[in-house]
């Protein structure tokens, strides 16, 4: 296998940025980069590991704010979706591939959290999900440019993907740091409601 997903824990809002690369090839991308870029920037650089892409799960300030300082560090082109209003080098849209040496980075549009979530599913294997789905809940829907209406469509098709997906989340709010689908589907209250409209009814009582 060729994958490897480096999880590294960032700031004081319990953030997860990630590195993901191909071990073999020696080429990769940084996920979300926020605080703590040392981190970053030493493990590219004790592994001899070039950063090809940055990759925004979404475009709030604690998953992009590092976006910057690492793009000129290590001339990785930024990537986000084509509904961010961000400064990005590429665009994606649901279902695009995104390549990194032998690795296959799927996009799955994701709205919910924000209108321009994305999840990263990576070799068939694991599947980064920014502030969609934590482990054990779900991001937030009550902020600007949310919708608990396109954040259950997103959660039922990310419930319906192979049960054996590790999950990784955009920060460590659950019991353990990682997860995986058929966990989450089984396990987590917020996958688990009868109905969209019961769904929204629990979303307007929690506000």
């Known amino acids: 296998m060729n994958l490897v997903i480096v999880q590294i824990q960032v700031g004081n809002m319990q953030n997860f940025s990630y590195i993901v690369y191909d071990e073999y090839e020696k080429v990769g ?22 950063a090809k892409f940055i990759i925004n799960t979404h475009t709030h300030f604690d998953h992009v704010f590092g976006n910057d300082q ?3 560090i ?5 990537i986000q ?8 080098d590429k665009s994606v849209r ?12 799927e996009v799955l549009y994701t709205p919910g959290h924000s209108e321009d979530s994305i999840c990263l599913m990576m070799d068939k294997e694991s599947i980064i999900t920014g502030d969609t789905l934590f482990v054990g809940n779900i991001g937030r829907v009550d902020l ?3 919708s608990p209406d396109n954040m259950y469509d997103s959660l039922s098709r990310i419930a319906k993907l192979d049960g054996s997906l590790v999950v990784y989340p955009g920060h460590n709010y659950g019991m ?16 688990n409601f009868k109905s969209k409209e019961a769904f929204l009814k629990y979303m307007v009582n929690e506000k």
């Open 29 to 50: 991308a940084i996920i979300d980069p926020s605080w703590d870029l040392e981190k970053i920037f030493e493990f590219l650089t004790k592994n001899s590991i070039s």
């Open 81 to 88: 979706h084509e509904k961010s209003t961000l400064r990005k």
């Open 74 to 78: 290590t001339k990785a082109a930024i």
């Open 94 to 105: 649901d279902g695009e591939i995104i390549s990194i040496g032998k690795l296959e980075l």
């Open 70 to 72: 690492a793009a000129e």
């Open 144 to 146: 600007p440019g949310s």
């Open 176 to 191: 353990t740091p990682t997860s995986t689908i058929l966990y989450e589907r089984t396990n987590n209250p917020m996958l």
